[in-house]
């Protein structure tokens, strides 16, 4: 006897540990989710503009060569180098590189709502999961009922107390059951093909998931914080807004003039030049600045610059009142299921004293089973409600976790 128990303890303790959390499949999903993926290289690809925006431009290296050659007093000119750069005014590459610092930013707060965004996805296709799984269940659970009635009608039937065609009623209602069952195993199915496809796995890799009544049950209450304040969508658009605010330093800085620093190279040929300098070579440095008088690009540089801040802060004004909207629809969803999960516990409670007097009502055949199948038909129907409803309110509340998240970064 305690080989069979410890045997029995090792096998549930094997199948719990196989079972499948909706943890366990959000750490999976954010693992191996492709758009995940691409979103986070949009990210990692907007960060090398840094490097790009804060970069020097390249020197410019030219070479010229004299066909006929500029006769001077130390000799023949016959070639030249010159090499310059280019300097913008002071502080030009820092704006240019917060401006990329910020979009970058502004692509991982992206990611951050995508990689909540999956983990909701995954956990509203869990709980149907669960409320299928726990309805199909209900179902069998029906199907022995139904079998346990025919064997009082049967009984019945024996005794003159029945019909035949109560029998054939009975049979008919269990093989509805039998179709039923089937329906919603293959509608099972298709949200674990869902699932596997969040996960970017073979699509019918089958979802090990233990007691899910036990997990559809579990309701606890959570925290809302109704007053939304770093939300990845709200973040983003705030790293936009700071990109916005440096790319109106940048317009500042782009209408200032540019210098360039320069040096020629002349090669002096040394030929038939009487001269105690003949054939050396020339060597000029340079000094330019650009004259920014031409103010009508630059001023609409920041004309464009101050009409896009106002266009991202109309933006952040909308999404925070949706987040907050959102936050409320959900809420109001949340105690309307409350309620209706109320109401159904009441209705199984009192249909449960009605269902054992009729069954023996049955058995002494002072009702009909059209009546006993009725009612049986009604506390199914309850109890599948009941179930969607604790599916609906478990969604519900992964919804809140959304939409009230703060952001990482």
């Not at 959900?330 to 309307?336: I, N, R, S, T």
């Amino acid at each position: 006897m305690t080989l069979v128990c410890c045997f029995i303890s090792i096998l549930m303790f094997s199948w719990s540990s196989f079972s499948q959390s909706l943890e366990d499949l959000q750490h999976l999903a954010a693992e191996n989710n492709l758009e995940l993926k691409a979103q986070f290289k949009r990210f990692e690809a907007q960060l090398e503009d840094i490097t790009q925006a804060k970069s020097w431009q390249d020197p410019n290296l030219s070479f010229g060569y004299f066909i006929s050659p500029i006769e001077t007093r130390v000799g023949p000119q016959i070639a030249r180098f010159s090499l310059t750069q280019k300097l913008p005014w002071f502080g030009t590459y820092k704006a240019k590189g917060d401006i990329a610092a910020f979009r970058a930013e502004a692509e991982f707060e992206k990611f951050q709502d995508q990689k909540l965004k999956l983990f909701l996805n995954v956990a509203q296709k869990y709980y149907d999961l669960l409320a299928l799984r726990y309805i199909t269940e209900l179902e069998t659970k029906q199907l022995d009922i139904l079998e346990n009635l025919k064997v009082i009608v049967e009984s019945n039937y024996k005794n003159n107390k029945a019909r035949l065609v109560d029998i054939l009623r009975v049979d008919l209602e269990m093989d509805k059951q039998l179709s039923t069952i089937q329906v919603l195993k293959d509608q099972g199915q298709v949200f674990v093909t869902q699932l596997n496809q969040l996960m970017d796995r073979q699509l019918n890799t089958p979802v090990q998931i233990l007691n899910p009544k036990q997990i559809l049950e579990q309701n606890e209450s959570i925290e809302i914080d109704s007053m939304v304040r770093n939300h990845p969508r709200l973040e983003a658009i705030r790293k936009l807004k700071a990109s916005n605010e440096a790319e109106s330093v940048l317009a500042k800085k782009e209408a200032m003039p540019q210098f360039g620093l320069g040096l020629d190279y002349a090669i002096i040929q040394d030929r038939n030049v009487q001269n105690a300098e003949a054939g050396q070579d020339a060597i000029m440095p340079m000094l330019s600045v650009s004259l920014p008088i031409f103010g009508k690009k630059n001023k609409s540089r920041k004309k464009a610059a101050s009409l896009q801040g106002e266009s991202i802060e109309f933006q952040l004004e909308n999404e925070e009142s949706r987040l907050e909207t959102e936050i409320q629809v959900a809420l109001y969803k949340q105690d309307e299921l409350f309620s209706l999960l109320s109401l159904y516990d009441k209705q199984l409670l009192s249909l449960k004293d009605i269902l054992q007097l009729s069954e023996t009502a049955l058995a002494n055949a002072s009702m009909g089973i059209e009546e006993v199948l009725r009612l049986q038909e009604e506390r199914l129907l309850y109890e599948k409600q009941r179930a969607k409803t604790l599916a609906d309110l478990q969604k519900t509340d992964e919804t809140l976790i959304y939409l009230t998240s703060n952001s990482d970064l």
